[in-house]
């Protein structure tokens, strides 16, 4: 079995709509507080200039827009690839400067794939369907070791591949 090839837009679109509302909303909440509450309360000459002063406060938001944007990515994928959700999520929340996403990213399963037989779940690794008994990624007879369908001959042992063991 081969891991299917994913893009960047099926990547985006696992993100739950509830972590693109949270993110927008607290996009707006900073821009308000940033440009209107905070420079009410402080002199004028504390803040950079207006112009720069609003590039600053949208960049710093779109920066905890993507943060919780990537929350709602680590929920819903931890769990796609057979993982505790809510254990990578609280870690990737809880752990400071981003080591915690840097955790999960190097640390996360592989994808799990459907058995072509019954579509129950299997690991990329897995050479039968633990429900059905399914043979998903095929063996040599003569050595048992995976090969790919399109094999003629197992790359391993030198012997045909559709000939039976002697």
């Not at 696992?14 to 707006?28: D, E, H, S």
Request: hydrophobic share 50%; net charge positive.
């Amino acid at each position: 079995m081969t891991e299917p090839k994913l893009t960047f837009r099926s990547e985006v679109e696992l993100i739950p709509r509830l972590a693109w509302v949270i993110a927008a909303v607290t996009w707006v909440l900073m821009q308000v507080v940033l440009i209107v509450v905070i420079p009410n309360h402080l002199h004028p000459k504390d803040l950079p200039p207006m112009p720069l002063w609003s590039i600053l406060t949208a960049l710093m938001g779109v920066i905890v827009a993507v943060v919780i944007l990537m929350v709602g990515y680590v929920n819903v994928d931890s769990r796609r690839r057979g993982m505790n959700p809510l254990l990578w999520t609280l870690l990737v929340i809880f752990v400071p400067k981003a080591l915690g996403f840097i955790a999960y990213f190097l640390l996360r399963k592989p994808l799990m794939l459907p058995c072509p037989k019954c579509a129950t779940p299997v690991g990329a690794d897995f050479r039968y369907c633990p429900k059905c008994g399914y043979a998903v990624s095929p063996m040599c007879s003569h050595c048992g070791r995976s090969i790919q369908q399109d094999h003629v001959c197992c790359p391993y042992c030198g012997k045909s591949v559709a000939a039976p063991p002697s």
